[in-house]
């Protein structure tokens, strides 16, 4: 039995659920925090649900930071929807307090659990079967970066620091070549060199920060399809989900690692890197949706660097990938060697392909700039 199931109990007492408790299972495709969905019957009602998790502390040191900054920024987002006409029980995640009225439980061991009531209707897609999906996804994020336009960053912390900082990814990397404790270092100059070759990109962004041309703002950190919630009915993204990296970021990046995970037309690890291609096609379709549900909230600087966000975040990425494999595959979890070799090659493949393309991503950028 593992821990979140030796304290489970423990946990569910701690929530006024409503109603009569009929179960909790484990729920979803997560690999970070455990979650479970929670059954209450209350009176005569339907079955009323909740999704209850077990916050990690292996990857959140800070729980009360993690939650504060989620309590805030529904809170936000719920009076924004509120005051626009829309319905903040399904459009935004809201957390549910505990008995004794907090936003999160600590259990006996010292692990935070918190609760939110379950989004009915709604779908979590893994990947975009179709472009319209994509689309939707691109829809939320850019409506998220709306709504969240005039909160003040800065009031939020860190929880993960210098999550997105390429220029920190670029010393680890560089660390894990000097250290090479796998003696792996001969066996990929190729791609070594693939990074160094692009050392002084990995400074764009923070450089345009550190001047002042991108604005600091509240982002997701995590813009995958699977953290939007999709309507059933309609096909539209309706909430975006998965707060715990909700922190001060740039735009750019939520807009960018979008594109590293769904404008990729193969898998994330594929072995033969002839079948991976930078889908241009899609980069248009989720262009259009993100820069429609932004709304005109993007500054001028900010559209102009979005290619850079794609780009950036996926050299990132395989930069975080080859260095992992570097250091002996401690951090990814892989089911066979050189998985994250693998992984690695495919987001360089990306950049390569994005490179290729750069006039024409400016271009569809500039097609939809408002």
Known sequence: MSKAEQYLSEALDAFDFGGELVGAVRYGHGHINDTFVVHTQPGEDPCRRFILQRISSAAFKHPEQVM??????????????????????????????TRSGESYYTDSEGSAWRCYPFIEGTICLQSAQTPELFAASGAAFGRFQRMLDGYPADTLYETIPRFHDTEDRLAKFLAAIEADAMGRVKEVQPEIDFVLERRADCSVDMQALRDGILPLRVTHNDTKLNNVLIDRKSGGGICVIDLDTVMPGLSINDFGDSIRFGANDNEEDEPDQSKVHFNLELFDVYTKAFLEGA??????????????????????????????YLEGDHYFHIQRPQQNLDRARTQFTLVRGMEDNWDAMRAIVDKYRK
């Open 68 to 97: 504060s900054n989620i309590v805030g920024v529904t809170r936000y987002l719920a009076e924004k929807i509120r005051a626009a006409g829309g319905d903040p029980e399904r459009e935004t995640m809201s957390v549910w307090a």
């Open 295 to 324: 709304g005109g909230a993007l500054t001028n600087a900010e559209l102009d660097y979005l290619p850079w966000g794609a780009k950036l975040m996926t050299l990132e990425c395989g930069i975080r990938f080859l260095t992992d």
